[in-house]
């Protein structure tokens, strides 16, 4: 079965956001301006970058664009390929495709047949 493992908040003033979140919930935030994102922390992580807590997740913060203009929550999948073949076939559309994020795996967005817009995610094993 595969896992939700991620989310995406979009936002029209990240810094507001992320100030928003930080004073709000207490979560940590890293912006990487190179990649135009916010890392969310919402626990602690391990060595790996891996929630410490079981069944926790952590997230990101980006200006909002098309296609995210609403919260998405991302699903960890072996293959985005075969993923993506299964969305098309079941009638989801891909709305943006596979593209590397550095050397930790491979991301893309898929809109369900209720026009919702979600995450697909590719760990790179190493």
Not at 2 to 14: G, L, N, S, T, Y
Request: charged share 25%; net charge positive; no cysteine.
């Amino acid at each position: 079965m595969d896992k939700v493992v991620h989310f995406e908040i979009p936002a029209d003033e990240v810094k507001r956001a992320e100030a928003f979140y930080q004073k709000v919930f207490g979560w940590s935030v890293n912006s990487i301006p190179a990649m135009r994102y916010t890392i969310v922390r919402t626990v602690d992580v391990d060595e790996q970058f891996m929630p410490k807590e079981a069944g926790a997740i952590n997230g990101g913060m980006l200006k909002r664009q098309e296609p995210i203009t609403n919260p998405v929550i991302t699903i960890q999948v072996a293959s985005i390929d075969r993923a993506s073949k299964k969305i098309n076939a079941q009638g989801g559309t891909i709305v943006r495709g596979k593209m590397q994020v550095g050397d930790m795996g491979y991301a893309a967005y898929f809109k369900d047949t209720e026009g919702n817009v979600l995450g697909l995610w590719e760990t790179i094993k190493k």
